[in-house]
């Protein structure tokens, strides 16, 4: 286990962060955050609704892509390799990755951790739908979590992740290399929403000892929430946990923020 987690008194234990992606991206998702009560979740900096966000353990969301027409996110940058002809992020990673230029990525980085910096205490990053695991773009993303003294999730279970060719071992080093917390990250974005119950009282239970992270994008089903193409599987999210059982599961495990895991890693490195 890394020496992180045992300084957290973790070893041999089962620790789970709820994670809530996409906050500020609509008064629904933010509305399920508040409602749900689990301290921690990402902000994408360039949502429509990220002056209504607060919470004790908040990251930032880098965002450099939408995934989704209904998604209307703009750079906080000018760099013309983020935009497509709409003047919008690209929607997929097809898309972005070819055209993406490094140091575009990085002034666009630097924008979205720098307003996040002014409106509340950052304590970790992450990568919406991992465009940042192109590896020089991870480069960037280390560099500015080691910057900035903030811990930045690169999943340990890579493997699970769908990567072009080169990108695995890239990665893998750039992780080893940099001390960052080892996390393991548990997803049901891709699963049917009628299967989601099942599958959090599945997944979570098989889960053995280690750090994991629960990625959910939960939003109330209202008219504003309804608008992204995907809303089904957001509120399957907040159904399913708010389900008896499932926080029954959850509470099995030595619930952690990042937060915490911010504070640890900066008197360890």
């Given at each position: 286990m890394n020496e992180l987690w045992i300084k957290l008194g973790l070893q041999?234990?089962?620790?789970?962060?709820?994670?809530?992606?996409?906050?500020?991206?609509?008064?629904?998702?933010?509305?399920?955050?508040?409602?749900?009560?689990?301290?921690?979740?990402?902000?994408?900096?360039?949502?429509?609704?990220?002056?209504?966000?607060?919470?004790?353990?908040?990251?930032?969301?880098?965002?450099?892509?939408?995934?989704?027409?209904?998604?209307?996110?703009?750079?906080?940058?000018?760099?013309?390799?983020?935009?497509?002809?709409?003047?919008?992020?690209?929607?997929?990673?097809?898309?972005?990755?070819?055209?993406?230029?490094?140091?575009?990525?990085?002034?666009?980085?630097?924008?979205?951790?720098?307003?996040?910096?002014?409106?509340?205490?950052?304590?970790?990053?992450?990568?919406?739908?991992?465009?940042?695991?192109?590896?020089?773009?991870?480069?960037?993303?280390?560099?500015?979590?080691?910057?900035?003294?903030?811990?930045?999730?690169?999943?340990?279970?890579?493997?699970?992740?769908?990567?072009?060719?080169?990108?695995?071992?890239?990665?893998?080093?750039?992780?080893?290399?940099?001390?960052?917390?080892?996390?393991?990250?548990?997803?049901?974005?891709?699963?049917?929403?009628?299967?989601?119950?099942?599958?959090?009282?599945?997944?979570?239970?098989?889960?053995?000892?280690?750090?994991?992270?629960?990625?959910?994008?939960?939003?109330?089903?209202?008219?504003?929430?309804?608008?992204?193409?995907?809303?089904?599987?957001?509120?399957?999210?907040?159904?399913?946990?708010?389900?008896?059982?499932?926080?029954?599961?959850?509470?099995?495990?030595?619930?952690?923020?990042?937060?915490?895991?911010?504070?640890?890693?900066?008197?360890?490195?």
């Amino acid at each position: 286990m890394n020496e992180l987690w045992i300084k957290l008194g973790l070893q041999g234990k089962r620790a789970l962060i709820v994670h809530h992606d996409d906050l500020g991206l609509s008064h629904a998702q933010n509305r399920a955050y508040r409602e749900l009560g689990f301290p921690t979740g990402s902000v994408m900096m360039m949502g429509c609704c990220v002056g209504e966000v607060s919470g004790p353990d908040l990251g930032v969301h880098l965002t450099l892509t939408s995934g989704q027409d209904s998604m209307q996110l703009h750079p906080l940058s000018p760099g013309s390799s983020l935009r497509n002809p709409q003047g919008l992020f690209w929607h997929t990673l097809e898309d972005a990755w070819p055209r993406l230029v490094a140091a575009e990525v990085e002034a666009e980085l630097r924008a979205q951790l720098e307003a996040a910096l002014q409106a509340f205490d950052v304590t970790h990053l992450d990568s919406h739908m991992g465009a940042l695991l192109r590896p020089d773009l991870a480069e960037i993303y280390v560099r500015l979590a080691e910057e900035h003294r903030l811990p930045a999730l690169i999943p340990s279970n890579l493997d699970d992740v769908r990567l072009p060719p080169g990108f695995l071992a890239a990665l893998q080093a750039l992780r080893e290399r940099s001390a960052l917390p080892q996390v393991t990250v548990v997803d049901g974005y891709g699963v049917p929403p009628q299967q989601r119950r099942e599958w959090y009282l599945q997944a979570l239970s098989g889960l053995g000892a280690g750090v994991y992270q629960l990625i959910h994008h939960a939003a109330c089903a209202d008219a504003e929430g309804q608008s992204l193409g995907d809303w089904q599987g957001r509120k399957a999210d907040l159904e399913a946990l708010k389900d008896p059982e499932v926080r029954r599961v959850i509470g099995e495990f030595e619930l952690l923020t990042w937060r915490e895991v911010r504070e640890a890693w900066r008197g360890a490195v």
